[in-house]
């Protein structure tokens, strides 16, 4: 069921876009640059390349993925510490509850992604002097399906952690993995014995995020396959973890 | 006024014991202690007169190998230690015991200064523990993080002379002092730094009267805000003179100018201000007469 308070948070999409992006509004002389490019800076805090930027930008560039969640991140969680004996002595199969919830959670970030990307390019067809191209709206369309998953795993697996140590908890466990693997991925080169194997720098979700972080390989059709296999694990995982859960589950909210 | 003494004692304890609080000086022990022993590993074997000086190692300078790293989680860990302690009494529903027992009004009142406390105390402890550590372990080369103190270019970085960029404020703040004494410069630092945690750890307390569901939603606030003057600082780039709107370049050692120190005061005054009329207004709302 759709409710208030989760349409509100996905709406706030769009005057945190509207403020950070607002350089494009200023600025009075639009660009020549091709809208395909400035697009991609203004996703990723103007600098697309890997090896030219640091994990500050980097992390800079992810906020909107962050904000999600935390406004998300106890969706299925709060469901099951507020009213699981209430779901699970009505509902047969648990899993299904769970997949079904993981879909609507999908929903809420299709729509969020949809809002946060589409206000972006928006702002950039309006900045620049060019017209639309189809290889604008080939990386428009490649960028919200890479954002759309990894912004959906991330939050399902603080959904799932929480059940064992707390949203908050399970946030920050989240976030710090990120920065590790942000690290990880803009220091690459100085990483011994795999610095000259491409295929681990791909198997790093943050280099999925964005296009030509991974080398190239694949062209983003294997960011999205990966995401995918990722996703479905962890939904398996979650899955299983919810059969062999305690009925009254502890809440761990009242322990931190 | 004992029964203040006696109820910050209690939030004291209570701060003390819970997980959050632990786990925030835990990530920050962890951190310092990464970063100690990460510059013991890549300097041993060196001869003394090339190893580097204790305060350029000191893990709130910006050049150190981790910062970036850890800069990125302050927003979110200076939130947990107490800030969230409000919503946790509600969930567990023992807020009108603790209530009865001190009154309405100390009790928010003792937990801001407890939330101010937690918050100092978590940063100041595990980074103080450093300067000491780095203090026993490196020796005194005379190299600072602007560069060695016989270089061409040192005292061009203190009093900024070779910045290009149009702005008034140039140079590092308190200059004597960094001649002086870089140790000291650092403990000063590190304060200032603590103080400013102490006061966005209130500032997310206060925040928690209004945000009373979900306390994960709780990290936001902090978050944004930093985030909304670090996007504020982008767009200033080309202002004349220009200004430095990132909060915790202000808070932390780095050279880099355009800081005014009259923006960061009112920006630390506004937040404090915000935090104490929410909370006089909480203490307000629940009393009776």
């Given at each position: 069921?759709?409710?208030?308070?989760?349409?509100?948070?996905?709406?706030?999409?769009?005057p945190?876009v509207f403020?950070?992006?607002?350089?494009?509004l200023?600025a009075g002389?639009?660009?020549?640059?091709?809208?395909?490019?400035?697009?991609?800076?203004n996703?990723?805090?103007?600098?697309?390349?890997?090896?030219?930027?640091?994990?500050?930008i980097?992390?800079?560039?992810?906020?909107?993925?962050i904000?999600f969640?935390?406004?998300?991140g106890?969706?299925?969680?709060?469901?099951?510490?507020?009213?699981?004996?209430?779901?699970?002595?009505r509902?047969?199969?648990?899993?299904?509850?769970?997949i079904?919830?993981?879909?609507?959670?999908?929903?809420?970030s299709?729509?969020?992604?949809?809002?946060?990307?589409?206000s972006?390019?928006?702002?950039?067809?309006?900045y620049?002097?060019?017209?639309i191209d189809?290889?604008a709206?080939r990386?428009v369309?490649?960028?919200y399906?890479l954002?759309?998953?990894f912004?959906?795993?991330?939050?399902?697996?603080?959904?799932?952690?929480?059940?064992r140590?707390?949203?908050?908890a399970?946030?920050?466990?989240?976030y710090?993995?990120?920065?590790?693997l942000?690290?990880l991925?803009?220091n690459?080169?100085a990483?011994?014995?795999?610095k000259?194997?491409?295929?681990f720098?791909?198997?790093?979700?943050?280099?999925?995020?964005?296009?030509?972080?991974?080398d190239g390989?694949?062209?983003?059709l294997?960011?999205?396959?990966?995401f995918?296999?990722?996703?479905?694990?962890t939904?398996?995982?979650?899955?299983?973890?919810?059969s062999?859960?305690d009925?009254s589950?502890?809440n761990?909210?009242?322990?931190? | 006024?004992?029964?203040y003494?006696?109820?910050?004692?209690?939030?004291?304890k209570?701060?003390c014991?819970?997980?959050?609080?632990q786990?925030t000086?835990?990530?920050?022990?962890a951190?310092?202690?990464?970063?100690?022993?990460?510059?013991?590993w890549i300097?041993?074997g060196?001869?003394?007169s090339t190893?580097?000086?204790?305060?350029?190692?000191?893990?709130?300078?910006?050049?150190t190998?981790?910062f970036?790293?850890?800069?990125n989680i302050?927003?979110?860990?200076?939130?947990?230690p107490f800030?969230m302690?409000?919503?946790?009494?509600?969930f567990?529903?023992?807020?009108?015991?603790?209530?009865?027992r001190?009154?309405?009004?100390k009790?928010?009142?003792?937990?801001?200064?407890v939330?101010?406390?937690?918050?100092f105390?978590?940063f100041?402890?595990?980074?103080?523990?450093?300067i000491?550590?780095?203090h026993?372990?490196?020796?005194q080369?005379?190299?600072?993080?602007l560069?060695d103190?016989?270089?061409?270019n040192?005292d061009?970085?203190?009093?900024?002379?070779?910045?290009?960029?149009?702005?008034r404020?140039?140079?590092?703040?308190?200059?004597?002092?960094?001649?002086?004494?870089?140790?000291?410069?650092?403990?000063?630092?590190?304060?200032?730094f603590?103080?400013?945690?102490?006061l966005f750890s209130?500032f997310?307390?206060s925040?928690?009267?209004?945000i009373k569901?979900h306390?994960?939603?709780l990290?936001l606030?902090?978050?944004?805000i930093?985030?909304s003057f670090?996007?504020?600082d982008q767009f200033?780039?080309?202002?004349?003179?220009?200004?430095?709107y990132?909060?915790?370049?202000y808070?932390?050692v780095?050279d880099?100018y355009?800081?005014?120190?009259?923006?960061i005061?009112?920006?630390?005054?506004?937040?404090?201000t915000?935090?104490?009329?929410l909370?006089v207004?909480?203490?307000?709302?629940d009393q009776?007469?």
């Open positions: 069921m759709v409710s208030k308070s989760n349409v509100l948070k996905t709406l706030i999409i769009i945190i403020f950070r992006k607002s350089n494009l200023l002389n639009g660009t020549d640059m091709p809208i395909a490019e400035l697009f991609l800076q996703m990723f805090s103007g600098n697309p390349s890997r090896t030219e930027t640091n994990i500050v980097v992390m800079f560039g992810l906020m909107e993925v904000v969640n935390l406004l998300f106890t969706y299925i969680y709060h469901d099951l510490y507020e009213n699981s004996i209430y779901i699970f002595i509902q047969k199969s648990r899993i299904k509850w769970f079904n919830r993981s879909f609507q959670l999908f929903a809420y299709a729509v969020y992604n949809i809002l946060f990307i589409l972006t390019f928006l702002l950039c067809v309006v620049s002097n060019q017209e189809i290889v709206i990386v369309i490649i960028t399906i954002i759309q998953l912004s959906f795993w991330t939050t399902l697996m603080i959904n799932l952690l929480a059940i140590i707390g949203a908050t399970s946030f920050i466990t989240n710090m993995t990120l920065l590790v942000s690290f991925a803009v690459y080169e990483i011994p014995i795999i000259n194997i491409p295929f720098l791909s198997l790093n979700p943050v280099t999925n995020v964005t296009i030509n972080w991974n390989i694949g062209k983003g294997y960011p999205a396959v990966y995918l296999i990722l996703i479905g694990t939904m398996l995982l979650g899955g299983k973890i919810l062999k859960m009925i589950l502890e761990k909210e009242k322990n931190n | 006024m004992s029964i003494r006696n109820t910050i004692r209690m939030q004291m209570l701060m014991n819970k997980k959050a609080f786990l000086f835990s990530i920050n022990l951190y310092v202690l990464v970063t100690y022993l990460y510059y013991v300097q041993l060196n001869d003394i190893i580097t000086s204790p305060s350029v190692v000191f893990p709130l300078q910006s050049a190998e981790f970036d790293i850890y800069i302050v927003p979110f860990i200076v939130v947990i800030s302690s409000y919503i946790t009494d509600k567990n529903t023992i807020l009108p015991a603790l209530q009865t001190c009154g309405s009004q009790y928010y009142f003792s937990k801001g200064i939330c101010f406390l937690g918050g105390l978590v100041f402890i595990p980074f103080m523990l450093s000491l550590l780095n026993l372990t490196f020796p080369s005379g190299t600072t993080f560069g103190l016989y270089d061409t040192f061009a970085g203190i009093v900024g002379s070779n910045v290009l960029k149009s702005t404020w140039l140079g590092i703040h308190f200059p004597k002092l960094f001649v002086y004494n870089q140790e000291l410069y650092n403990v000063l630092y590190l304060f200032l603590s103080l400013a945690m102490g209130v997310a307390y925040l928690s009267f209004i569901k306390k994960i939603i990290l606030p902090v978050y944004l930093i985030i670090n996007t504020l200033m780039q080309s202002n004349v003179p220009y200004i430095c990132k909060v915790l370049l808070i932390t780095n880099m355009g800081k005014n120190p009259f923006f005061v009112m920006f630390f005054l506004v937040l404090t915000t935090a104490a009329i909370i207004k909480q203490s307000w709302a009776i007469d």
